[in-house]
């Protein structure tokens, strides 16, 4: 699926794509051509080969005109990374680079690789990339193959407290989030934050993460104004209809305001789990019955991200028919 986000400055657009060769080919074949094949003189028959149809691409586009791009190989390579020369020096290489290692995170990825040119050594050096063998040339150009392992820039698994996780919602920063205790701090806390919105998605709802106590905020909410949203988005509701619980005992007592809905087919996830509070915050499970989740804070992009993604789930979902007929 291809997702986008956008960001202004000084009346200029800059917009990021991600998706397949089908999708994104024509667009970052003409950053490719005019870097490496133009400019660099790699030859064409070097430049074009199978990978492209089997990567996941990375787009740039400033004012809608391609200006950067990047390929992640199934094998969790990094390569392909060009950015045209009018607009080097403004930063482009990072963020794209950022937003393919954070796919990379998401994806469950524990390393990646790349062959670097010499000449951006330092580059990737900075992102956190380090030299991982010995200088070699490809298609005339000097390259060192480099690595990294993924998760160094995230909180190590010590225990956060209450007040540390309330700071951490000042700040745009990434936490990890590790234990059953510090899963449900978490929780409690972050519901407790919500002021306008609260959203989950999961492939199927675990009842021991949400207690009475802990869910019993979100009726406030929900009944708080009229553009209040407190949205349930459930893989599959059948055992979840027949086991009761917190969370069913809650949408009973105000199914008006407490909606709950099945995922459709094509867009249920099949193990990420998700929760976000006011389109600002965003815990993010990889594997929704393991005890370690990622929590994003303070409008970071990747909730932004999340959240329309959520926006597109959500439009796409149905009605849980049994709930509908459920009363206290």
Not at 89 to 117: P, Y
Request: proline fraction near 3%; charge should be neutral.
């Amino acid at each position: 699926m291809s997702t986008s986000d956008t960001s202004q400055n000084k009346g200029l657009r800059l917009s990021a794509r991600q998706g397949g060769w089908d999708q994104l080919g024509d667009d970052s074949k003409r950053v490719r051509q005019k870097v490496f094949i133009e400019e660099q003189q790699i030859p064409s028959d070097e430049e074009w080969d199978a990978e492209d149809a089997l990567s996941e691409h990375f787009l740039l586009l400033l004012n809608d005109r391609p200006v950067a791009t990047a390929r992640l190989t199934s094998q969790g390579s990094i390569g392909r990374l060009a950015v045209l020369k009018a607009v080097r020096g403004k930063g482009l290489g990072k963020k794209i680079m950022q937003r393919v290692l954070e796919h990379c995170r998401r994806s469950g990825l524990k390393r990646v690789t790349l062959n670097a040119q010499i000449s951006a050594l330092s580059f990737y050096l900075k992102l956190g990339f380090k030299v991982a063998g010995e200088e070699y040339m490809e298609v005339s150009i000097p390259h060192l193959p480099m690595e990294m392992q993924l998760g160094n820039d995230l909180q190590q698994d010590s225990e956060v407290t209450e007040e540390e996780l309330l700071d951490a919602l000042e700040n745009t920063q990434q936490l990890r989030i590790h234990g059953h205790q510090q899963l449900q701090l978490c929780i409690r806390v972050l519901i407790q934050q919500a002021r306008r919105s609260f959203a989950l998605e999961t492939p199927a709802y675990m009842d021991k993460w949400f207690d009475e106590a802990a869910l019993n905020p979100l009726l406030a909410l929900g009944r708080r104004h009229q553009h209040s949203k407190v949205q349930w988005l459930l893989g599959e509701t059948r055992q979840f209809s027949r086991q009761g619980g917190a969370l069913l005992k809650l949408h009973q007592r105000a199914p008006s305001h407490i909606e709950i809905r099945q995922s459709h087919p094509l867009y249920r996830p099949a193990q990420q789990a998700f929760m976000l509070i006011d389109e600002r915050h965003l815990l993010w499970w990889p594997h929704h019955q393991e005890l370690c989740a990622e929590l994003y804070t303070a409008e970071h992009r990747e909730a932004y991200r999340i959240a329309q993604v959520f926006k597109l789930n959500w439009q796409k979902s149905e009605t849980v028919k049994s709930l509908q007929t459920q009363s206290l």
